[in-house]
């Protein structure tokens, strides 16, 4: 293995030209629609509890709670089932049922819901979902689900018990398979102030935000309350809220650039680097002394017509030290981390020993950047 020695003679960060710095101080405008989100208009997760009926003998088995939402949805239907019957249920299976309910939804619209097998099923595929109402969190019912359920998966079983599944065999989807019964009040509708939400947030990005708005509108409308938060006075009816929001939505402007960040997936070697990070000057040296270590077995025999001797077999062990000689690499001042890991890549280094080489420098206070490790 190598012994990789890497010299920074840098004078980055604070020495890096005037030029270079403000190159990097804009970004490419972006729509307020892409950066930010209005507060109130937002999903809401649904899910509930079903029963899928017409499954060719891959179902619970007899699953005692399977059993017992059988008995309850015949009796929902006028059917009782004799207390000493215990109805053989290969062809049902309980599910659970998730839906995400939409902002602004209206009783009559329809969702995509997602079905997965909660007991003993082995497959899914041919069923049909019976009616099941999705709930909150708030425990309200918001909409109810049915229909023919859609599985990309398959399983096959041998006789000895072998088996070979293809994707997941015990989740499925029904689209359109649930309708909205009652919508949920949004904010938006009746506030005398719109507030928008950044993505990423940033102070300077959300007071660049309060002056774009206001240039836009020719008046202090909006303010940035904190470094996620800009608010902007709404009066007026709700057509004039929605025609406001879609103005300011088309509006464009120049982010701040995000933080400087070097994301390091240990498991792979992947990293990915922003375009701001900094190294201080520093000297890194990274070398691995490679051992080699290997046992023969050799076998000792008596000298012909000895007396008394005996064949016998003994270890013999080779151990073996090499390195490699040491390599550099010289940087400019005002050298970016993107050319010592171009450098590094040149000299062979493997991704791990680029990801050691990070975490070195940022425990030393060379790296200008927050490391996150995933």
């Known amino acids: 293995m190598r012994l990789i020695l890497i010299l920074l003679a840098l004078g980055l960060w604070f020495g890096a030209p005037q030029a270079m710095m403000a190159a990097h101080a804009q970004t490419a405008p972006e729509r307020i629609r892409d950066l930010a989100r209005f507060q109130g208009v937002r999903g809401n997760s649904l899910v ?27 009796s929902a239907l006028g059917v009782q089932l004799p207390p000493g019957v215990n109805p053989a249920l290969k062809n049902a299976a309980a599910v659970m049922i998730t839906a995400e309910l939409p902002p602004f939804a209206k009783p009559g619209q329809k969702l995509d819901v997602t079905i997965s097998a909660l007991g003993k099923a082995k497959s899914l595929r041919g069923g049909t979902l019976l009616l ?9 019912t918001y909409a109810l689900a049915q229909g023919n359920l859609s599985v990309g998966g398959f399983g096959a079983e041998g006789a000895d018990g072998s088996r070979i599944v293809v994707n997941t065999p015990t989740s499925g989807r029904i689209p359109g398979g649930a309708m909205v019964e009652r919508g949920v009040p949004s904010p938006f509708e009746t506030a005398d102030q719109l507030r928008l939400d950044l993505v990423s947030p940033s102070f300077e ?15 202090s409308a909006a303010r940035a309350l904190d470094s996620v938060s800009v608010e902007i006075e709404a009066a007026g009816t709700p057509t004039d809220r929605v025609a406001l929001a879609a103005r300011i939505e088309a509006l464009s402007l120049s982010p701040a650039p ?17 375009g701001d990070v900094r190294v201080r000057p520093a000297v890194v040296a990274h070398g691995n002394l490679t051992l080699a270590v290997s046992e023969n077995w050799q076998v000792s025999q008596p000298a012909p017509f000895a007396r008394g001797g005996e064949t016998a077999i003994t270890p013999q062990s080779d151990v073996r030290a090499g390195q490699a000689p040491a390599r550099m690499a010289m940087f400019a001042p005002g050298a970016r981390l993107s050319d010592i890991v171009n450098a590094v890549n040149a000299l062979g280094a493997a991704p791990g020993d680029l990801v050691a080489i990070l975490e070195a420098l940022k425990e030393a206070g060379a790296l200008r950047a927050e490391l996150v490790v995933i």
Do not use: C, H, W
């Open 205 to 219: 990005t959300a007071q660049a935000m309060a002056n774009r708005i206001n240039i836009e509108l020719g008046r």
């Open 48 to 74: 509930g509890y079903g029963l899928v009926v017409g499954l060719p003998g891959s179902g619970d088995d007899n699953l005692a709670f399977t059993v017992q939402s059988m008995r309850s949805a015949a």
């Open 132 to 140: 099941a109402p999705l709930k909150g969190a708030d425990g309200e």
């Open 258 to 274: 995000p933080p400087a960040r070097v994301v390091v997936n240990a498991r792979t070697g992947t990293v990915v680097i922003s």
